[in-house]
């Protein structure tokens, strides 16, 4: 059986056929060719495919396109602006927050979560926060100070 | 995954219908069980019914003293609500320490306690708060609701609707979670209403249990030497990589104590 979902997707409105089990994630990357987001788990515990849904950050292989029928999902793609990064991109880049990228996009997706939440988290937060998005390169330490450092640029 | 029909429910009346209609339905609610189940083929339902739509099982409010929280309210909305954190900071506290933010902003509470992990947190809060678990059909009681390991009370096609939990004077959770997905090894609640007092642990057995003992001398003595004493027997409880029974027996005890410690 395929149903149709109709979403907001960075601001678009589009619409697909799904199979009942196909996953936000397929959808958005197969679909849509939107592969910012990326697989890394496929078993909700590396976050490397994290998009915000209404708002919220969520592992997007771990919801279904059905049940993104009729919400807003913004991917990684939707943050730059005419060829400028966000202020989120920006710090990662300047504070070394990436080593081969793989996670990035669901960090900085995540994060913006967080940064939603709270606009000036300590460093604590921010560690706490990370519990859900993993990275093999970097160790965190970087990522951290990325993301403190972003937070900022985004209260100035 | 297997493949499945979805749908949407347009309320619990139409989801329990539907779940009758069909041969093999399951419920889905946040999904951060659910789908990794039907990712590892563990589960093939030929129909799965969203709960997502149902405004009437989501949220938080306060009734007859009670703070009632609705099957469809996720675990950051229970950790982020005054109405929660107010009267029953320990429960939000445990809503908080549920896995990460992004499971916290799907995962929901009758999610959590109709799959009845033994290593979930919510089992603890609503056995060692007392708590009532309504459903479509009638109220079951905390000490009846978990019967087993992922079994609980409910009826082929039950739907939990709410969970109601009674403030208690004072009440503590703590756990000692797995560092990579934060379940409970071991987590105890601790509460004490008037001359009740009430000592759940989830985490160590196939389901969540009661120590009695710890329970008497509390309510004698609501202090972390009152307990420091009594520990349980490993007989039977967990084992795996993270833990042994022995450690998971030994665990109890700690984090009992530091639980009565925290209630103050
Ligand atoms: C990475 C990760 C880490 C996690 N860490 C923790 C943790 O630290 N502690 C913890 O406790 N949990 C943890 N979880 C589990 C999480 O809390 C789940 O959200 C929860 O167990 C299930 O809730 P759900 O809303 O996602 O339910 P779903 O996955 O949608 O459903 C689970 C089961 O319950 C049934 N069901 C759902 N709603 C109802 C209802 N209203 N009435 C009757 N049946 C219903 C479904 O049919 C299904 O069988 C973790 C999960 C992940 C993926
Ligand atoms: S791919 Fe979704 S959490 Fe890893
Ligand atoms: S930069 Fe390589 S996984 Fe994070």
Same mark, same amino acid.
């Given at each position: 059986?395929?149903?149709? @979902? ?25 679909? *849509? ?39 807003? @999902? ?12 966000? !202020?989120?991109?920006?710090? *990662? ?8 990228? *793989?996670?990035? !996009?669901?960090? @900085? ?5 967080? @940064?939603?939440?709270?606009?000036? !988290? ?35 | ?24 339905? %399951? ?18 339902? %030929? ?8 405004? &009437? ?24 609500? %005054?109405?929660?954190?107010?009267? $029953? ?13 992004? /499971? ?8 959590? $306690? ?45 739907? /939990? ?5 009674? /403030? ?19 987590? /105890? ?40 004493? $009594? ?7 967990? &084992? ?25």
């Amino acid at each position: 059986m395929t149903l149709t @979902v109709t979403m907001t997707l960075n601001g678009e409105s589009v619409s697909a056929e799904v199979e009942g089990r196909t996953l936000l994630v397929q959808l958005i990357r197969d679909h *849509f060719r939107l592969t910012g987001t990326h697989v890394g788990c496929d078993t909700s515990q590396c976050g490397a495919c994290v998009v915000h849904m209404n708002g919220q950050s969520v592992k997007s292989c771990t919801v279904l396109a059905a049940q993104a029928d009729g919400a807003e @999902v913004s991917t990684i793609e939707s943050l730059a602006e005419n060829g400028e990064l966000h !202020p989120m991109q920006q710090a *990662f880049k300047d504070n070394h927050g990436l080593q081969c990228g *793989f996670c990035t !996009p669901g960090m @900085v997706m995540s994060a913006l979560d967080l @940064v939603a939440n709270n606009p000036d !988290p300590g460093e604590a937060e921010i560690r706490d926060w990370l519990e859900g998005n993993l990275c093999r390169c970097t160790g965190y330490h970087n990522i951290v100070k990325s993301i403190a450092a972003g937070a900022q640029a985004m209260r100035s | 995954m297997y493949e499945f029909n979805y749908r949407r429910a347009s309320s619990v009346s139409d989801a329990v219908a539907s779940s009758g209609q069909s041969d093999d339905a %399951s419920y889905l609610a946040g999904g951060m069980t659910l789908i990794p189940v039907l990712k590892f083929r563990l589960a093939s339902p %030929s129909d799965i019914i969203d709960l997502a739509g149902l405004g &009437e099982l989501k949220g938080i409010r306060t009734e007859n003293g009670a703070v009632v929280v609705g099957a469809m309210t996720t675990h950051a909305e229970v950790a982020g609500s %005054s109405e929660v954190r107010q009267p $029953i900071p320990a429960l939000a506290d445990l809503a908080e320490s549920i896995g990460d933010p992004q /499971v916290r902003n799907r995962g929901t509470i009758g999610g959590s $306690i109709a799959n009845a992990d033994p290593a979930a947190d919510y089992p603890a809060a609503v056995v060692g708060l007392g708590a009532t678990v309504h459903t479509n059909s009638r109220t079951i009681g905390a000490d009846d609701f978990f019967t087993d390991m992922f079994e609980t009370a409910l009826e082929p096609g039950e739907l /939990v609707t709410a969970v109601s939990f009674p /403030v208690p004077d004072r009440a503590a959770y703590m756990k000692f979670p797995n560092p990579a997905s934060r379940y409970a090894i071991v987590g /105890v609640m601790v509460s004490q209403s008037g001359e009740e007092v009430r000592v759940a642990v989830t985490g160590a057995g196939g389901s969540v249990f009661r120590v009695p003992e710890m329970e008497q001398a509390l309510a004698v003595n609501f202090a972390p030497e009152a307990v420091a004493g $009594i520990s349980v027997s490993a007989d039977g409880l967990n &084992e795996d990589i993270h833990a042994s029974p022995e450690y998971r027996a030994h665990l109890v005890t700690v984090m009992a104590r530091r639980a009565v410690a925290a209630a103050g």
